[in-house]
Each structure stands twice: as C-alpha cells, then as structure tokens.
C-alpha cells in the first residue's frame, strides 16, 4: 500500500525510511513505550530500527524535522488494523490524536467504509483516550502475547465505523 503524505497542524505524516532509523530508536528503545507494543522486542536495538525502516511500512510521525512516532493502517487476519505509538517526550500534549485524526480521516476518505479495528493492552489507558476521542468502541478482550514484556497480557479490542469517526469529528 502506498503511503500518503498527509499534513497536519503540527506535524507530518509520510512514509517511513530507512534514513529514519536512528529517531525511531532513540524513541521506541524506551521501556515504556516498548512494553506496550505487541511485536518489538525488548532491548530494541539500532539494528531493529534499521530492520524495521527498511520495510518503509507505516507513517513516520515528523515534528521539527525528527520522527517522533509511527502510526499505520493495514489489514491483519482480515482486518483493517490501526497500530502506532509515539516518543515518551510527546506523550499528553495531543500529537497522537492529531495524527490518527488526519490518518483515520484519509483512510474513510480513500475506503468503501470499511471499519478500523485497533487494541490496547489494558495497562495502558492512555491508549485507550486517544481512541475514544477517534469514537472508537470496545469489542471484546483477548490474551495478546507482548514480545517485549514476554507474556501474554490482557488486550482490549476496539472497532471504529466510519459514522462513529464523524460523529466523534464533530
């Protein structure tokens, strides 16, 4: 799928490359940001920030000119999944809903409304905030295994219409 340059307020939002790299690991090599993720392992090394780059998958998060997140859309077991995290120094000042707005945005614009299903390990409430400001509903829980904390942990999962996003938009 290819990924869109979107722009927004204070950020933008653009395919990841593999020159990113080195923001990526500064900021997703932190433990709490880490633990919250299913698939990173844990230390994340430069090695798997380059790995990763490499695939060019997802939106690099662009403030200042430093990638201080990632956020993606794409379909896993037959659903169109939206996963991201950001940088523990952007953390509560509104970036991650702003970006997700605009990308959750571009997605029903560019889809046949199909609905986005997301998650959070229950943990992890801010996650969750971000989510319900998007209109995002609670559909279930499952043991999701986290790489990094290696374990299986509680995961809420979530699902997002394309009503639900407007209504939220409003």
């Known amino acids: 799928m290819t990924v869109e340059t979107i722009k927004t307020p204070r950020l933008t939002l653009r395919a990841v490359r593999p020159e ?21 392992p844990w230390p994340y090394t430069r090695q798997d920030a380059m790995q990763f780059a490499a695939l060019r998958t997802g939106h690099a998060l662009e403030c200042h000119d430093e990638v201080i997140g990632v956020a993606g859309i794409e379909s896993r077991g037959g659903k169109i999944t939206l996963g991201y995290w950001i940088g523990r120094d952007y953390w509560g000042r509104g970036l991650m809903t702003e970006a997700l707005t605009a ?3 571009d997605h029903f614009e ?33 043991l999701t ?26």
């Open 103 to 105: 990308l959750v945005a």
């Open 20 to 40: 990113d790299a080195e923001d990526i690991h500064r900021h997703i090599s932190d433990w709490d940001v880490v633990r919250m993720l299913a698939l990173p």
């Open 110 to 142: 560019r889809s046949d409304a199909e609905p986005l299903y997301s998650g959070y390990a229950f943990d992890n409430p801010a996650s969750w905030r971000v989510q319900q400001k998007l209109g995002f509903v609670k559909v279930g829980e499952e």
């Open 145 to 170: 295994h986290i790489v990094s904390r290696g374990e299986k942990v509680r995961e809420i999962k979530t699902k997002l219409t394309r009503e639900e996003f407007e209504k939220a938009s409003r």
